[in-house]
């Protein structure tokens, strides 16, 4: 199973940005495809954006959709996610997770997460 740590969250106003970054121990990201994902107290947990093992294929949640960028740096091994113009529903869990571009579909194991609060 792929070990991921997310590292970034924070505590942002409406309106602010944030960047998460995925990191990956012990093995290289370059043949996987990862994700973002979230879960808000209360709610099932959502496909936030996927991209592929090359970078050159993305997919997003509507909900994020020109707000949030996925990004990698395979040379880092890590893969990012910038969040701008943040809103309070974006409050949640972030986890990185393998995923499947299309349908934006994870699987394999979750990690702790990184905590995103969009507050005033």
């Known amino acids: 199973q792929l070990q991921l740590v997310e590292s970034g969250g924070g505590l942002v106003q409406p309106g602010g940005s944030l960047r998460l970054s995925c990191a990956a121990s012990?093995?290289?990201?370059?043949?996987?495809?990862i994700g973002w994902f979230r879960q808000a107290p209360g709610e099932e947990r959502e496909g936030v954006s996927c991209?592929?093992?090359?970078?050159?294929?993305?997919n997003y949640a509507d909900s994020v959709k020109g707000r949030f960028t996925i990004s990698r740096d395979n040379a880092k091994n890590t893969v990012y996610l910038q969040m701008n113009s943040l809103k309070p529903e974006d409050t949640a869990v972030y986890y990185c997770?393998?995923?499947?571009?299309?349908?934006?579909?994870?699987?394999?194991?979750w990690g702790q997460g990184t905590q995103v609060t969009v507050s005033s």
């Open positions: 997770v393998q995923c499947m571009v299309r349908g934006l579909i994870d699987f394999g194991s």
């Open positions: 012990g093995f290289t990201l370059d043949y996987y495809a």
């Open positions: 991209i592929s093992n090359s970078g050159d294929s993305t």
